[in-house]
């Protein structure tokens, strides 16, 4: 595995180093050039995902995973768009994010800068190969992506095209790369033994994907755990605001990190803000499971088990728990829940503040969808992920939490007495 | 090892869970309690110290290990002072570092939260326990310590001095948390088993502790490399600002991971730089080792070979090269530095600004001594060490950099469309 990937690393070192370097205008010139070879090349990333999707179908992938391996015009269009809205962001590095004098007189700055080289796993997505790319490039990072091997064609497709932009920006094409052989020895030997290359892993997938590269890496890893995400009804939930945004939070999309996947209500409005709720899931098409009283206050309730509450469902189902007040509903998030992004439905601001400080989630919302935990949906542009981790990064990864920083000092020959 | 080190790691996280929700009022009784704890245990913790002392020198521990490890009543008085001045900073917790509102309505804050758990692992000097403690309990983090098996009565007695400041202030005492065992072994279990209770690890220490660390872990490692700093003298450089910045740069402590390890030197200003540092440098005690044009332009210079330009001496000794030119002198550094701290000596502004921007190490000055590379020197109070890594923090350490955020998000009932 050496042969194939450390030459990969040492190239994309080298490449770091040349797009520190580079302004904002060149790296937006390769994305926007990028952009438009993918546009230009589109019957060619279709024939290409024509070939991943039938491989797919004979190797048996689920309908879901032929779903989020499938491009049509429309995606493609859309990954183009979206290289182009990230050339759009304003410029992540070199921002002066710190300033202040000394008394002796040394003028000190605190000054982003790329992280250097990043390494990308992912799963079966073939768009991750666009938007990971492209972020990293906006904010001066070289990239190693290694997709997963059902998207293979696709992805080197896109990787086409991305190399083009590059190219024709003057820039190094070793700035992205991507691994070159399915095996998937290459992911342990990028985890483990590249270390002298690559700055930062970000996995971006399932559960077993994060988890192997958590175990796995000798490099520091931005991590996106799974979202156990909550709505909490508090007792002074207005009834409508309750049933609107849990309706959101779980079924606007079930697929998505930020879906909500369990439902605290106090007991003492159960009566009153349950029953609506359970009712607009259920016409929705959402399978619900709860405790004994929830099954009691409301109509086709299913027995909830202990594993409901630590599981994410990414699917049409959402578990149900009456709970005794606020602290009881934080305790349950701090138990079963996984840090990702949680919201109270409350009129209440004394018991609103009090969850938003007690919650330690990377994202707590009072009164607003669990569904808005996007970097997108933040104004902060495209995201890599929902950072799930405490180190260096928290809740959504876009351009600006792909820089580290440096210190400017500037003096006029001072000396430390 | 797990039945030591377990009941540790539930503890640390459970008080963590408490220490998050403490204000910074009660953070700072505790310090207090604990700085007049040591002065009023400092009989205890000096005898503590003869036992370390003398088993140091029957293991035959060098002199300047025996050095870092000895404490007298100036030192003990150090340690007590460095915790109120600890306690003294502004609150790194509940600041709102960015704040926005989106075209929904939603108020976007970022605010900080501590780390939650972190592990240190240092070494010899036991002033280490009452500075790691301090900062960590400042920011609201939770700690284990784990000392050298050389400080081990000192770092306990002042261990029982923290837990007495805990106590008084009604903090749950395992805040602050020591391995009680000097088996080696619970370092490894450390780094590896317990990824479930530990955030992050800060070693802090030589060369092999942190390369030790950085193989091991499956935990987030805030990495402190050694340092080989440079310093640089450009052509355009003022000779007597050159001569007194290397001289307060390599000379003022030689045992600091700032301490200059190399000077570089223009071919172009090489003859009228160099004779009069080398001289300085010889008559302050420092043995100069250079190139051969070094060798040829000034007296008593040992011949310099491959090995010592990766070389952090920590000690009286300093390798010159005469370069041809800043971008000769950018190359070896980055080829030979560790991406600490290096410093231009010139009087040519763009010469300058081109050094800061393109030399990628966690500190770079214009016209100051790397000895300024140190938290305190940069106003930001204590330190625990100086990052070398790129991820989360990099630079001088200290309690804001002890921090993560989370995302806090006000709503009026907004549902994602």
Redesign the interface.
Known sequence: MAAIMDPIGRAARRAA?QL??TDNDRRNQALCAAAEAIRGQCQDILAANARDMQSGAERGLSRSMLDRLMLDADRVEAMAAGIEAVAGLPDPVGKVIAE?E?PNG?R?QRVT?P??VIGIIYESRPNVTADAAALCLKSGNASILRGGSESFHSSNAIYACLRDGLSKAGIDVDAVQMVPTKDRAAVGYLLSSM?EWI??VVPRGGKSLIKRV??DA?V???GHLEGICHVYLHEAA?SA?AR??V???KM?RTGICGAAETLLVDRAAAARLLPPVAEALQAAGCEVRGDETARELAEGIREASETDWSTEYLDAVISVRVVDGIDEAIAHI?RYGSGHTESIVTDDDAA?EYF???V??????????T??A?GG???MGAEIGIAT????A??PVGAEQLT?????????????P
């Not at 580290?404 to 430390?416: E, I, L, P």
């Open positions: 180093a520190a370097l202040w000394r040394l000190i800068v992280l250097g270390n700055d930062v958590q175990d000798r520091p890893v931005i207005e605001m609107d945004i309706l959101n939070a606007r701090g609103a938003l400080r007690n330690d989630s990377a994202i707590v919302l009072r009164n607003a969808s569904q808005f996007d949906e933040f104004g981790g405490r180190v260096h928290r809740g580290s920083y440096k210190y400017v000092v500037r003096g006029s020959g001072q000396v430390r």
